[in-house]
């Protein structure tokens, strides 16, 4: 059975407290595992969360603050000590290659496991294309260099009964017209795909840490069934936010609200805040009336049902996900 879920390992920013470890979160994609920012304590995390080093087929990290990178050279170290079977891809920005290698290799192991890298640079753009999803970067607005990630299902279709009988069509007709895209019937007439079914929006996944208001954090969102992002502050703290190139739980909303995102996760807290209903608050006190998580460590959140006018039924024209080896 497929799984499409964010597990949260870590929710805290520069500082963590006694409840909120630094940064990680794993989405959980069919076959597939993203893992996002693995800062500090991530392995320990995983392990509390039930999350194996074989259920990790990307790291894509953010930018080179230690709340979001100083884990992986555990993560990575633990993926060669399990002798992962498949290659892992890791994606950071590329003028943070050098940290990158630093933590890959700070102490000695023996290495077994391929790990592809494929730096982020520019603009960001497409960085891999799989069955699955399209995963893409954007850059973002912080004080080093940093990038936002979306992973993008291809839209599918949906077969409708009522028009396959209306059109006489049932049994192997079916299947050859989903992979054919028509067929002809006995008296002579061609059916369409198109006749007989309905675009079935791909589901979509944005991930948004430490940045100001900006372009790239808007392009990710856009549409998104779910959005993890950033909201170190609050609104009473947004000159502080400016200052050090982050979000108040108010323009995290604001984001979302404007993006029609459906369902927004709040992350990344200042240790200076207590209560977390307040970032709530603030959220919706921007007129975010979306389904809304402040995140928790160590908790899961589903990703949201299909749109309207797909029920999960058959699809047609859609490849099957596939495990993502890493390409």
Known sequence: MSVRELVVLGTASQVPTRHRNHNGYLLRWDGVGLLFDPG????????????????????????????????????????NLDRVPHPVTAHYPASGAHFFERLRYSTAYRETVRLRQEPVSGDGGTLAETPAFTLTARRLSHPVESYGYRLQEPDGRRMLPERLAA????????????????????????????????VRPGQSFAFVMDTRLCAGAHELAAGCDMLVIESTFLDGDRQLAEEHGHLTAGQAAMVARNAGVRHLVLTHFSQRYGDPTEFEREA??????????????????????????ADGGPAAGSAAPAPDQGR
């Open 40 to 79: 500090e304590g991530t392995q320990r995390q995983m392990l509390r969360a039930g999350v194996a080093a074989h259920d990790l087929n990307r790291l894509c990290v953010t930018h080179f603050h230690g709340d979001h990178s100083l884990g992986l050279a555990g993560v990575i170290q633990r993926i």
């Open 167 to 198: 059109h006489g069509i049932a049994g192997p007709e079916v299947g050859r017209l989903n992979r054919e895209g028509s067929v002809v019937r006995a008296d002579g007439r061609t059916v369409t795909l198109e006749e007989v079914s309905e």
């Open 284 to 309: 919706r006190g921007a007129g975010y009336d979306g389904e809304l998580t402040v995140a928790r460590d160590l908790m899961r959140v589903s990703l949201p049902k299909r749109r309207p006018g």
